[in-house]
């Protein structure tokens, strides 16, 4: 498996494993929220209104990398976006799904949570 840094997908790639616009982040922003406080609740608005390297997008980045998951996005503002998660073993990335991102969130924190606990 390629190096963060240096793996490059197509689109065509990316649409296997890839989340997709601002509506995605803010998801993340809530999920991480409710699993460990680590980033605020915001809604796809804020997310979409800032710009590429803004604030909001950096701390769900920073959030997920604590968790083990690397994130790439192509351009978090757009609402028609592709976003990449990956999970981070060591050298190893392996690209995984958003809900896999989550799943193994709360296996390495413990706190275990339906759609509708974060989802609010």
């Known amino acids: 498996m390629k190096k963060l840094e240096d793996a490059k997908l197509t689109g065509e790639e990316l649409e296997q494993v890839a989340g997709g616009s601002c509506y995605d982040l803010a998801d993340d922003s809530r999920f991480l929220n409710s699993l460990n406080g680590s980033t605020d609740r915001w809604g796809s608005f804020k997310i979409w209104a ?5 604030p909001r997008f950096t701390a769900i980045k920073n959030a997920w990398a604590k968790l083990g998951i690397g994130m790439r996005c192509d351009n978090p503002t757009s609402t028609k976006s592709y976003i990449q998660y990956l999970l981070i073993d060591g050298d190893t990335e392996t690209p995984i799904t ?20 974060w989802h609010w």
């Open 50 to 54: 800032e710009d590429k390297n803004g």
């Open 98 to 117: 958003q809900e896999q991102a989550r799943q193994h969130a709360m296996e390495v924190t413990g706190h275990y949570m339906s759609y509708n606990d």
